[in-house]
């Protein structure tokens, strides 16, 4: 997207923001100003990353034309349990190793 804009000859934009909404889901109605919100992280840039595997990453970008934003929570949620996963396991082997280097 930012690569279309560049290429439209917009040299500045704005955008709402992007933190975890409310029910009615308004970005100025925001649960907190400190996180954002996981609709917007890229599923296949998980995959790109390796915390995900890409066959799992199946009708990604099926959600183009509108923001139905419980569908598409719904949608990505399973797909952060894994990397979540993955991250305690690293976190819980770094523990162990400086409690056996120390």
Not at 6 to 17: C, H, Q, V, Y
Not at 38 to 66: H, W
Request: proline share 6%; aromatic share 10%; glycine share 2%.
């Amino acid at each position: 997207m930012i690569d279309e804009l560049t290429d439209a000859g917009f040299k500045i934009w704005s955008m709402l923001p992007i933190n975890p909404v409310h029910e009615h889901n308004s970005p100025y109605s925001a649960v907190t100003a400190y996180a954002g919100d996981p609709i917007y992280i890229n599923i296949d840039r998980l995959a790109e990353m390796g915390l995900l595997t890409q066959s799992s990453v199946i009708n990604c970008n099926k959600f183009k034309n509108a923001v139905d934003y419980d569908t598409v929570r719904q949608f990505k949620e399973p797909f952060f349990r894994e990397p979540l996963r993955l991250s305690a396991k690293t976190i819980k082997m770094e523990r162990r190793i400086r409690t056996v280097q120390a």
